[in-house]
């Protein structure tokens, strides 16, 4: 069973930094384009960042220039360097791998808090 496990979350300052990880199987990370969703309490699952297995990355408008996603190959790990935090970065952030070979069907972490004070 594929598994993706997260690790990084915790409890962060304003304008303060977290990197979260999150490691998966190689037979999934080498056909998935990896992501970063977060949700918060009474609103939907919204896409932070994603990146392909060729390294093109998609940002949410609102995470631009402060959020960065990266995948190690080497280690079938994809990371989010989060930078000058916000309170309303405050979310669950959630990996997804969505594979390509598989149609598309999409795999889930367990989940990470994020929680940043003002």
């Known amino acids: 069973q594929v598994q993706l496990v997260e690790s990084g979350g915790g409890l962060v300052q304003a304008g303060g930094s977290l990197r979260l990880s999150c490691a998966t199987s190689?037979?999934?990370?080498?056909?998935?384009?990896m992501g970063w969703y977060r949700q918060t309490p009474g609103k939907q699952r919204e896409l932070v960042a994603s990146?392909?297995?060729?390294?093109?990355?998609t940002y949410a408008d609102s995470v631009k220039g402060r959020f960065t996603i990266s995948r190690d190959n080497a280690k079938n790990t994809v990371y989010l360097q989060m930078n000058s935090l916000k309170p309303d970065d405050t979310a669950v952030y959630y990996c997804?791998?969505?594979?390509?070979?598989?149609?598309?069907?999409?795999?889930w972490g367990q989940g990470t808090q994020v929680t940043v004070s003002s």
């Open positions: 990146i392909t297995t060729d390294g093109m990355t």
């Open positions: 190689r037979s999934l990370f080498s056909n998935a384009v």
């Open positions: 997804n791998g969505r594979a390509i070979h598989i149609m598309n069907y999409s795999y």
